[in-house]
């Protein structure tokens, strides 16, 4: 008994030095997990689709590159990105209890990057009816117009007719 107890008391010092230094022989590493957040995306309506004056059973259409009239958007945000533009178009324009229905087609909408000529020359147009995927330009800039069409009765009612159009934008990661 006496021999196991005293193989136990030096066999553990030794023990306890081996796994220590075995311990000590461990490195650590560590590394940092890191993000970039991209500079907001923001977009203003600068113009308004305005039809002017409207006359009963006639109908009206304003072209997308009529300066003055056609619907603008003008967005910015971080060069060349990818984003996605979704419009929420009106089936009626309203004056209290009065409609007057508004249409839109595929080829009612344009788009300048920086790389076109601007609203008499842009870099493109697409369907403002369906979900589109653009690249903003160099510069970060995306100009959008919307034309469209609206189609008064002929005993319409006088007033002033509105409908909201919203343009929705957001980065696509592509």
């Keep these: 008994m006496f021999i196991k107890n005293l193989k136990t008391i030096l066999l553990t010092p030794i023990i306890v030095l081996f796994i220590s230094s075995a311990v000590r ?84 909408c344009s788009w300048d990057d920086g790389s076109g000529g601007g609203q008499s020359s842009p870099s493109g147009a697409i369907d403002p009816r369906i979900s589109n995927n653009l690249r903003l330009g160099a510069g970060g800039a995306l100009t959008v117009w919307l034309g469209g069409t609206v189609t008064p009765s002929v005993a319409q009612t006088g007033g002033s007719y509105t409908a909201d159009v919203i343009l929705t934008v957001a980065y696509t990661g592509g």
């Design 25 to 108: 022989s461990q490195e650590v590493g560590s590394i940092q997990a890191t993000a970039t957040v991209v500079s907001t995306l923001s977009i203003s309506g600068t113009q308004n689709l305005d039809f002017a004056t409207v006359t009963p059973g006639i109908v009206k259409s304003v072209d997308k590159s009529t300066v003055g009239s056609a619907g603008e958007f003008s967005l910015s945000g971080v060069a060349n990105s990818e984003v996605s533009l979704n419009f929420t178009l009106p089936s009626d324009l309203m004056a209290g209890a009065s409609n007057m229905p508004i249409s839109f087609t595929g080829l009612d």
